[in-house]
Nanobody, 128 residues
Framework: ELHLVESGGGLVQAGGSVRLSCTAS????????IGWFRQAPGKEREGVSC????????YYADSVKGRSTITAFHAKKTVVLEMNALNPEDTAVYFC?????????????????????WGRGTQVTVSS
C-alpha cells in the first residue's frame, strides 16, 4: 500500500494555473494508477484525472479535459496535475489516491471506493 501526500494548492485567480503534486512512499509504485479527485462543499467526490504508472495511459474528466495535464515522475514517485484556465467551479479540496492497475477500464471509471490509498487533500480556491 502507498502513503500519499499532496502539495501545491492555494488561492488562485480565475484564469490562472495550479500545479498539484502527489508524492508516494512505499513499494511497487509502478503497479498503481494514481488518480486525482476533488470535492467541493456539499458535492460528491469527483474523479478529475488519473495516470497508469504501468503504461502511462491517462484519463481526464470532461470538466478539465483540454486544460489539464497529468504526469508521472517515477524516479521521484510523484504524480503532478497541472490545471490551467481555472474558474471558480474548480474550487475544491483535491485528493490523490492510488489503485492497483488492473486494466484500462479503471482509468475512466475512477470509482473512489476502488482506490485503497488516499492523501489528506490540498485546498484549491479560485477567486473570481
Amino acid at each position: 500500500e502507498l502513503h500519499l501526500v499532496e502539495s501545491g494548492g492555494g488561492l488562485v485567480q480565475a484564469g490562472g494555473s495550479v500545479r498539484l503534486s502527489c508524492t508516494a512512499s512505499g513499494s511497487d509504485f509502478n503497479d498503481y494508477a494514481i488518480g486525482w479527485f476533488r470535492q467541493a462543499p456539499g458535492k460528491e467526490r469527483e474523479g478529475v484525472s488519473c495516470i497508469s504508472n504501468k503504461d502511462l495511459s491517462t484519463y481526464y474528466a470532461d470538466s478539465v479535459k483540454g486544460r489539464s495535464t497529468i504526469t508521472a515522475f517515477h524516479a521521484k514517485k510523484t504524480v503532478v496535475l497541472e490545471m490551467n484556465a481555472l474558474n471558480p467551479e474548480d474550487t475544491a479540496v483535491y485528493f490523490c489516491a492510488a489503485q492497483v492497475y488492473t486494466d484500462a477500464q479503471i482509468m475512466s471509471d475512477m470509482v473512489p471506493r476502488e482506490y485503497g490509498s488516499w492523501g489528506r487533500g490540498t485546498q484549491v480556491t479560485v477567486s473570481s
